[in-house]
Nanobody, 121 residues
């Protein structure tokens, strides 16, 4: 099970911090990714965290503005979103897969319900 929190309404230039907690998984090495989907658009990969080495990868549209981190003991990841833009408005989902992050893949075993992020101009 994955539970996201931290979404909300913010003005352009503002910040939000999302969190995602995984439960019910026993794998020592896993990856948790953040994705987003805006109305009428395809789901887009935002970032990914690998528990094995705490490495992260980011999509091109968020590099330099978003930072992902993780707490392996809590199986919780965080997405600090700074300098938000109206184009960041979307439902943000986290997803779990065993192993490591793989750029460009959406092959994840479990998905959260999503949290809405709205950035006003």
């Amino acid at each position: 099970q994955l539970v996201e929190s931290g979404g909300g309404l913010v003005q352009a230039g503002g910040s939000l911090n999302l969190s995602c907690t995984a439960s019910g998984f026993t794998q020592s090495y896993y990856a948790i990714g953040w994705f987003r989907q805006a109305p009428g658009k395809e789901r887009e990969g935002v970032s990914c965290f690998s528990s094995a080495d705490s490495s992260t990868i980011y999509g091109d549209t968020v590099k330099g503005r978003f930072t992902m981190s993780g707490d392996n003991a809590k199986k919780t990841v965080y997405l600090q979103m700074n300098n938000l833009e109206p184009e960041d408005t979307a439902v943000y989902y986290c997803a779990f897969r065993p192993g490591f992050c793989i750029a460009g893949t959406m092959q994840y075993d479990s998905w959260g319900q999503g949290t809405q992020v709205t950035v006003s101009s």
